[in-house]
């Protein structure tokens, strides 16, 4: 980011300063695209309309502290909903502590004002899980349709949609009735399908395949 061009004149705002981030070092930095799409709707969906009129320089941790409470008690700065959960608003923390973090490196702020508030908190709760007769139901709901086998395999493995749409038969291993997950399947706003290396290497992991599972995949293998 060429942060000569942010000061050489009158002060930026903080609502220039995150458009900057979001174009000119956010892309080189975030290999993900979605992660980066998502970060362009939180900017301009929430953190821009609310907080960009002020400058990055007089930004102040009151000013973030009261944009999280409007926004777990007010509702969305677009305006289609009541209110924003306690795990969204501490998404938008984590985006504006990145960015000013960011603005403190390059000599525009002494210190993080995001470093001196508090996330909202999480809740903990725990995912709901199918029991055995759930998932013979589920089995038997999507057996005469084209989605059995993503479902099949969803259920006995946990992958998540867009990391079974990024497999290939060299990610499976049939002798072995291991599964690698290797990367992703996503779409882009402008439509273009994107593949990606997942981003942690708690993702990037090697599944063990059931007899049923293995029998399925070697199936589909065969007459492809």
Known sequence: MDTDRLTASKPVTLGKYIERWLEDWAPIRIRSVRTIEGYRTIARAH???KLGHIRL???????????????????????????LSAQTVKHHH???????????RHNLLVRNPADMVDPP??????RPVLDTDELLALDEASKETRYYPLVFIASRT??????????????IK????????????????NGAIVYQE???????????????????????????
Request: aromatic share 4%.
């Open 174 to 189: 049939l002798e072995q009735k291991t599964l690698s997950v290797e990367r992703a399947m996503h779409r882009s706003d």
């Open 47 to 49: 953190l821009i309309p």
């Open 158 to 171: 946990g992958l998540r949609l867009s990391e079974l749409l990024g497999l290939q038969w060299r990610h």
């Open 198 to 224: 997942p981003k942690s290497d708690f993702s990037r992991r090697t599944i063990e395949l059931n007899d049923k599972t293995t029998e399925l995949l070697a199936r589909m293998r065969d007459a492809s």
């Open 121 to 126: 908190f999480v809740e903990r709760k725990e």
């Open 94 to 104: 984590r985006l504006l502590k990145q960015i000013l973090k960011h603005a403190v």
């Open 57 to 83: 320089d007089q930004l102040r941790p009151a000013h973030i502290e009261g944009y999280y409470k409007h926004a777990l008690t007010a509702g969305r700065a677009d305006g289609k909903a009541k209110h």
